[in-house]
Every structure is written in structure tokens, then in C-alpha cells.
């Protein structure tokens, strides 16, 4: 048996997800892997008859919990399936567990997943990564359409679009928590939206990547980040480890959950470098604190996650020894692309590929 990756494509409507599930079947079967890809579970619901936009919550809670417990056991079969193939298997879901929690509230969530024998935190661990694509909705209007989708409701117009982000949104939301959450920007070149899935995925699967530096900058906050953004808090610990590798635990806080994950980094040539990355238990997270690096300090900050006009950013506010930095990091836009900084952000230095402002570096004590 090879091993086995599940990956969940997800994202708002108009995202993109069709063209890159067949660009992950051309790319990954290229080199040899096994794909195998599970249908978008509540468009077979929508196509067999169901209404997710019912009034009567007997029929919609129904519906919801038969649209959890198929996702689980289509995904549970392919996992068996997956373990008699000879080859490295990916299994990618088109939408996975969490994305059903988007579309209800937190009460008859809990209802749901407490009658199909699951919890939030259980389906959280099923997956090994969430690629979320940002909605054409989102600064991307002009690719923006219902036509292509039979099962989509809302109206081929603004308020649609408004409709459409806002679910974007609460699609992110839902899968917050997840140690390897990856939000795919919209792109003026669709191609290197697709790039970037295959990348994400290459990551996950710890094959040899570019070195690539996100564009970073020291901001100053003169306006307030919108309600829907995601808040969380975050640890960052260096360990010892080997000369030519960066290792670190990640101990990372939202509504009173927490996610630690071990990251290795190694670099492999002057431009490409493995990144292996594992999420560990409270138990595994404490004893590897035995292993501090002495010369370096934990890196302690708030992050503060959104998205703006189609790009995602996540604003960092370090504490402790660091208190009063401030730093915006974009995620997936390309060094030749426009960076949209929001109204309530002023760009005071752009750090982008400095090793001054890496936290690796920061977290190192002054002699």
C-alpha cells in the first residue's frame, strides 16, 4: 500500500474548482499517483430532489444530516479503495465535511453532527489539506457567472455577488482550525490560480518546491478590519534540529480551540527546499518543548485573517519582546501582480524578501 493523501477543494461560487480538479488529475497522474475525486455531494442532493432553501427544518435538518453521513462514508470508501492500490493515492474532495457547517446555524450544526456521531474537530482531522478558492465574486466580478452551475441559486446580479461573498467568507470560516488551510486568490492570469493549487498540493505531498518569499510589509492600522475577518493566536517555538533545516512548533487559538503542528523546512539547492509539516497532540506539543532552540525566543502574536478584493491577506500583531510590530503578509500574489492593500492599512516599509523580518530571525536574542 502506498500512501494515502485527502485533500478537500473547496471555495465560494464561481471559484474555479472544476478547472483545477482536472488540472490535480492531469499533473498528479503525470507523475505517477493514483487521484481518485469524490463528487460534490449536496449537487447530487440538489439534482435527486432535495431543497437546502426549505422552511420546513424537519425536511432541511434531514437533508443536512443525510448530506454529512454520505460525504463521510463516500469519503470512507475511497479510503478503502485507496489502501489496496500499489501507487501513492490522492483523494480529493470537490467540498468536504466542514463546508456543510456554512450554510446553518452553530446550534443545528452541533445537532447534526452529534446525531451522525462526529464533532467539529473530529472532521477537521479527516483531511491532510483544505485548498480554499477565493469566489470570481471577489475581485474578480467580471468572470463571474451562475451559467456554468444548474444547482446554484442566487441572482445573476450584485446582490448576488454580494451573496456570493459572503458565503466565500463563511466557507473560510467554517475550516479555520485546519492546520493546513491554503486560500487561493483570484488572478488577472486564471493559469497561475491553477499553479498555485498544484503547488499547495506539492507542498502537502513534500515534493521539492521553489523557494518562493511572500510579498511582507511593516503596516500601521488606521481603520478598523472588517467584522467577518478570522482572529486568531499564535506560538511560535524554533527547536534544534539539523544545521540545514528550520524546525518549529506552531501552537495556533481560535474560540477557544487549539491546533499545533510540527514544521520542518530544509532546503535542498540554492532555490528549491522540502517543507514537511504534521499537526501534533497537546502531549507530543509539550514534551517537544524539551527541545527549544536556546538562542531563540517564542515569537508570540494575534493574527487577524481577511480578504480584500479577491487576495488574501493575514495581518500579524507581534507581542512580547516584539510588542508594537505590525505586519501585513500577502498569500499567493505573484511578484509582477498589484498588491490591493485595504483603506484601513498603511504600508510603512515593504519587507518583501528581507531575512531581517523572517521569524526566525526575530525570534533570535540579542547578545
Known amino acids: 500500500m502506498g500512501n494515502i493523501t485527502k485533500i478537500v477543494l473547496t ?20 507523475l505517477g499517483f493514483k487521484v481518485f475525486t469524490i463528487p460534490e455531494v449536496p449537487t447530487l442532493f440538489t439534482q435527486s430532489g432535495m431543497d437546502y432553501l426549505t422552511k420546513n427544518r424537519g425536511f432541511f435538518y434531514e437533508g443536512e444530516k443525510a448530506t454529512l453521513e454520505i460525504q463521510m462514508a463516500l469519503e470512507d470508501r475511497f479510503a478503502r479503495m485507496a489502501q489496496e492500490c500499489e501507487e501513492d493515492c490522492i483523494i480529493v474532495c470537490d467540498r468536504g465535511t466542514m463546508d456543510i457547517s456554512a450554510y446553518m446555524s452553530p446550534e443545528t450544526w452541533e445537532e447534526i453532527t452529534r446525531a451522525a456521531g462526529t464533532s467539529t474537530s473530529e472532521l477537521l482531522q479527516r483531511y491532510d489539506a483544505v485548498l480554499h478558492l477565493v469566489s470570481a465574486a471577489d475581485g474578480a466580478e467580471q468572470y463571474y457567472t451562475t451559467a456554468n452551475n444548474a444547482s446554484r441559486n442566487e441572482p445573476d446580479n450584485e446582490e448576488g455577488l454580494r451573496i456570493a461573498r459572503s458565503l466565500d467568507k463563511k ?66 517555538t524554533y527547536l534544534t534540529g539539523e544545521a540545514d533545516a528550520e524546525v518549529r512548533l506552531r501552537r495556533r487559538g481560535w474560540n477557544g480551540q487549539w491546533v499545533n ?99 526566525y530571525n526575530l525570534a533570535k536574542k540579542s547578545k
Open 171 to 236: 466557507v473560510i470560516h467554517a475550516w479555520t482550525g485546519h492546520p493546513h488551510l491554503r486560500v487561493i486568490n483570484n488572478n488577472e492570469d486564471f493559469d497561475k490560480k491553477m499553479n498555485r493549487v498544484v503547488k499547495e498540493i506539492s507542498d502537502v505531498l513534500s515534493l521539492p518546491q521553489p523557494i518562493v518569499s511572500e510579498r511582507k510589509y511593516i503596516v500601521e492600522l488606521v481603520g478598523e478590519v472588517p467584522d467577518d475577518c478570522t482572529e486568531s493566536e499564535i506560538t511560535q
Open 11 to 30: 471555495g465560494g461560487p464561481c471559484a474555479g474548482k472544476t478547472s483545477a480538479l482536472v488540472r490535480i488529475i492531469e499533473h498528479f497522474s503525470s
Open 261 to 359: 503542528v510540527h514544521t520542518t523546512r530544509k532546503r535542498i539547492s540554492p532555490t528549491e527546499e522540502i517543507v514537511t509539516e504534521r499537526q501534533i497532540n497537546n502531549s507530543l506539543y509539550e514534551m517537544m518543548l524539551a527541545l527549544a532552540d536556546p538562542e531563540r525566543m517564542p515569537i508570540h502574536k494575534k493574527r487577524k485573517s481577511f480578504i480584500w478584493k479577491g487576495q488574501y491577506f493575514e495581518l500579524d500583531f507581534y507581542m512580547d519582546q516584539l510588542a508594537g510590530l505590525v505586519i501585513l503578509e500577502t498569500k499567493g500574489i505573484t511578484e509582477h501582480k498589484s498588491v490591493k492593500f485595504p483603506p484601513f492599512i498603511r504600508v510603512v516599509e515593504d519587507i518583501s524578501g528581507s531575512t531581517r523580518y523572517y521569524n
